[in-house]
C-alpha cells in the first residue's frame, strides 16, 4: 500500500505530503488518522522546528473530504468522521511549533479546512479555495464555519459557505483566508525559505506565541493580556532567551537550541 502521508526533512523544516493523487488527496478516514499521527511525531520530534503541509501531484491541496466514501456512512458513523477529523485539525491548531499550508491547488470543504488549522498559509496563484459542502447537501464537518468565521468575518464567511463558490487566490489573500499569494513556479521555494526562516527563530519563544494567540483568541483581553505577561517571563527565563539578546548586542546572529 503506497503511503497516505509522506513525510521528509529539509533541515529542521518536516515536510508532509497528503498522498491519494489521484483523488486529488481526498480525505478518508485512514488518511485522517495518519496525519494525526505524522502531527504527533513532528511534535514529538525536537529536531523539528516547523511544519509544512501540501497534497501530492501538483493539482489539489486537498479537494475535501472523501465524497465516495462519506456517501455510505450513517449518522453516527458521519458524526465520527466529524469529530475524527475535528481532533486532528483541534491538533494541528495546537502544535508547539509552527504549521505553513501550501495550498497548491484546489482547497475545498475539508481540504479548505485542513489549511485554515494550520497557522500560515501561502497559495499558488492558480489555487482555488471554498466550502462546497453546501452543493452536497452538507455542511463544513471539520470545524470549517468557526474557524473561517475567525478567519475572515461573518460576512465573508456566510457568502462562501452559503454560496458554496470557490474564491481565487487573490479573493483568498484580499480576505485574509491565506497570507501570501506567489506564482505557482514559486510556490515551494518562496514556502521552504518561509519555513527556514521560522526554524531559525527560538523554539520556545514560538511555542509561547502560538499559545498566547491561541488563549488571546479564546477569551477576553484582560485574561489574554494576563496570559501573555506570565509567558513573557516563562521565556525570559530560557537560555534562548539570553541568546537572542546577546546576539542582538554583540552584532552577530543567534544560535538558538531549545533551551
Ligand atoms: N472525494 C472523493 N473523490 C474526489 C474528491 C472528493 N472530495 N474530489 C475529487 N475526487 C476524485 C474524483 O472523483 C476523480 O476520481 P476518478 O478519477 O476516480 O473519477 C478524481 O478525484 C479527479 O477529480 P475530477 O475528475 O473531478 O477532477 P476535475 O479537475 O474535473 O475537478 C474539482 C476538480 C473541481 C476539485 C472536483 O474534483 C470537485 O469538485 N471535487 C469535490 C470538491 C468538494 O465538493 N469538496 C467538499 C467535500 S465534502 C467535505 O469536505 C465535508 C467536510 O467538510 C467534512
Known amino acids: 500500500?503506497?503511503?497516505?502521508?509522506?513525510?521528509?526533512?529539509?533541515?529542521?523544516?518536516?515536510?508532509?505530503?497528503?498522498?491519494?493523487?489521484?483523488?486529488?488527496?481526498?480525505?478518508?478516514?485512514?488518511?485522517?488518522?495518519?496525519?494525526?499521527?505524522?502531527?504527533?511525531?513532528?511534535?514529538?520530534?525536537?529536531?523539528?522546528?516547523?511544519?509544512?503541509?501540501?497534497?501530492?501531484?501538483?493539482?489539489?491541496?486537498?479537494?475535501?473530504?472523501?465524497?465516495?466514501?462519506?456517501?455510505?456512512?450513517?449518522?453516527?458513523?458521519?458524526?465520527?468522521?466529524?469529530?475524527?477529523?475535528?481532533?486532528?485539525m483541534r491538533r494541528m491548531e495546537r502544535m508547539p511549533k509552527p504549521v505553513v499550508a501550501m495550498v497548491n491547488g484546489y482547497a475545498l470543504g475539508g481540504g479548505l479546512e485542513l489549511a485554515m488549522a494550520c497557522h500560515l498559509r501561502i497559495a499558488a496563484d492558480s489555487a482555488r479555495?471554498?466550502?462546497?459542502?453546501?452543493?452536497?447537501?452538507?455542511?463544513?464537518?471539520?470545524?470549517?464555519?468557526?474557524?473561517?468565521?475567525?478567519?475572515?468575518?461573518?460576512?465573508?464567511?456566510?457568502?462562501?459557505?452559503?454560496?458554496?463558490?470557490?474564491?481565487?487566490a487573490a479573493r483568498a489573500r484580499d480576505l485574509g483566508l491565506v497570507n501570501r499569494v506567489v506564482p505557482a513556479a514559486d510556490l515551494e521555494a518562496a514556502t521552504m525559505e518561509l519555513a527556514a526562516a521560522l526554524a531559525a527563530n527560538a523554539p520556545l519563544a514560538m511555542r509561547a506565541i502560538l499559545d498566547a494567540i491561541h488563549v488571546g483568541g479564546e477569551c477576553g483581553i484582560d485574561d489574554g493580556l494576563e496570559y501573555e505577561s506570565a509567558q513573557f517571563g516563562l521565556v525570559f527565563s530560557t537560555d534562548d532567551a539570553r541568546e537572542g539578546m546577546a546576539a542582538f548586542l554583540g552584532r552577530r546572529k543567534p544560535a538558538f537550541n531549545n533551551r
Open 1 to 88: 500500500m503506497t503511503d497516505l502521508i509522506l513525510a521528509s526533512d529539509r533541515d529542521a523544516v518536516r515536510i508532509l505530503t497528503v498522498n491519494r493523487p489521484d483523488k486529488l488527496n481526498a480525505l478518508d478516514g485512514a488518511t485522517l488518522q495518519a496525519l494525526h499521527a505524522a502531527f504527533d511525531a513532528a511534535a514529538d520530534d525536537d529536531a523539528v522546528r516547523a511544519v509544512v503541509l501540501t497534497g501530492a501531484g501538483g493539482k489539489a491541496f486537498v479537494a475535501g473530504a472523501d465524497i465516495a466514501r462519506m456517501s455510505t456512512l450513517s449518522a453516527v458513523e458521519a458524526r465520527d468522521f466529524s469529530l475524527l477529523g475535528q481532533r486532528l
Open 129 to 168: 479555495l471554498g466550502l462546497p459542502e453546501v452543493t452536497l447537501g452538507l455542511l463544513p464537518g471539520f470545524g470549517g464555519t468557526q474557524r473561517l468565521l475567525r478567519l475572515v468575518g461573518r460576512a465573508a464567511a456566510l457568502e462562501l459557505t452559503l454560496t458554496g463558490a470557490p474564491v481565487d
